[in-house]
């Protein structure tokens, strides 16, 4: 008897190392220059309720949890967005009540950055984020580019470029490795009953590197399909970088532009 095994490559981008080395360019130049450098992504959602979570703990008797995982029956859903400072080893995870779009992606960030990152950066007026391809914080979405303009760029008068890893590359964007996989190793084993219990999960996860974790929670509701119209996405103060123009480019303050 044999399980399946993971062994056929689907392949990788034809421009996968260049946008690597792209990647690595923009992250020693704001480091250098003592700007900000954050990774995001969406985690995967968690139902809330009695329900199984993968893993073992020690305890006398195992916890009892339902036997069926119906979504119609939990409390709620789970939608945690993470924000990693990689020069700080720190984090911010804000956790949804509602769907994972782009601007509750973009509000998370502005999260982050109203109580932590203008603290920690008081003199930085740029802001480099690292991105997967796809998802709420994809290099496609309008949506995402139009409330990073809006409410990062415009309202707090930060210079955003944003650098997107190739499709099928997220496992490289560091917030997987040093941020999410400690939190789900935090939890293993415990069901996360409340949204107060996934919130003390992810502030208490630490490394014997210095990781340390906020958390907050959002209670707004979140529209999906938001369409960005071509007249609208034209007036965003977008600037492509030179090399692959669709994975970097920098969104710049439009206040006053017409």
């Known amino acids: 008897m044999k399980g399946n095994s993971k062994t056929l490559s689907a392949g990788s981008h034809p421009d996968r190392d260049k946008q690597f080395n792209i990647i690595k360019h923009f992250r020693e130049q704001f480091s250098a220059a003592g700007d900000p450098i954050i990774s995001v992504d969406a985690k995967k959602k968690e139902l809330i309720g009695l329900y199984k979570n993968p893993g073992r703990v020690w305890c006398r008797e195992a916890k009892k949890v339902k036997d069926h995982d119906f979504r119609s029956q939990a409390m709620g859903v789970a939608s945690p967005f993470g924000i990693y400072d990689v020069s700080l080893n720190s984090g911010v995870v804000v956790v949804g009540k509602s769907a994972d779009t782009p601007e509750f992606a973009v509000n998370s960030i502005a999260t982050w950055w109203q109580r932590h990152g203008r603290c920690e ?29 809006e ?25 997987e490795h040093r941020m999410f996989s400690e939190i789900s190793k935090n939890w293993a084993g415990h069901p996360l009953e409340d949204f107060e219990t996934v919130i003390n999960f992810v502030e208490s996860t630490k490394t014997k590197t210095g990781l340390h974790i906020a958390a907050y929670l959002d209670d707004r509701e979140y529209d999906k399909g938001l369409k960005v119209p071509d ?17 970097n480019y920098t969104i710049r303050p439009s206040v006053g532009l017409p």
Do not use: C, M
């Open 231 to 247: 007249k609208e996405f034209k007036r965003l103060n977008i600037t492509k970088n030179d090399e692959l123009s669709n994975w």
């Open 121 to 149: 950066y008081p003199a930085s007026q740029r802001l480099l984020v690292l991105a997967d391809s796809g998802g709420s914080n994809g290099a496609r979405t309008r949506a995402f580019k139009k409330f990073l303009q």
């Open 151 to 175: 409410r990062i760029a415009n309202e707090h008068g930060l210079e955003v470029t944003v650098a997107h890893y190739p499709t099928g590359a997220s496992k490289w964007n560091p917030i």
